[in-house]
Nanobody
Framework: QVQLVESGGGLVQAGGSLRLSCAAS????????MGWFRQAPGKEREFVAA????????VYADSVKGRFTISRDNAKNTVSLQTNSLKPEDTAVYYC???????????????WGQGTQVTVSS
């Protein structure tokens, strides 16, 4: 069992940055691919970014490519999402999740955190 806890969300003006973190306990993350998803009010949860267990492979949603960067530190059992050039449409609850393989589908992710709110004002 893996427990995931996100942090780092908050209120930021458009164009600003936030660094989201996801800390794991219960089991090492080194054998899991990790992903970030988000859910905006009234919308379905969507894929944002994912990183392979080794950190050697990453994939991003087109909407965040070039602005967001996912990284991981297996020694610290953490995954981060650096969000730059934030836009109001990035406003959402951001979730981290763990999966056995790198992918963009939510159904492939076995463990989920509770989420952290990101609000971008215009």
């Amino acid at each position: 069992q893996v427990q995931l806890v996100e942090s780092g969300g908050g209120l930021v003006q458009a164009g600003g940055s936030l660094r989201l973190s996801c800390a794991a306990s219960g089991r090492t993350l080194s054998s899991y691919a990790m992903g970030w998803f988000r859910q905006a009010p009234g919308k379905e949860r969507e894929f944002v970014a994912a990183i392979a267990w080794s950190g050697s492979g990453t994939v991003y949603a087109d909407s965040v490519k070039g602005r967001f960067t996912i990284s991981r530190d297996n020694a610290k059992n953490t995954v981060s999402l650096q969000t730059n050039s934030l836009k109001p449409e990035d406003t959402a609850v951001y979730y981290c999740a763990a999966a056995r393989g790198l992918g963009v589908r939510q159904k492939n992710y076995d463990y989920w955190g509770q989420g952290t709110q990101v609000t971008v004002s215009s």
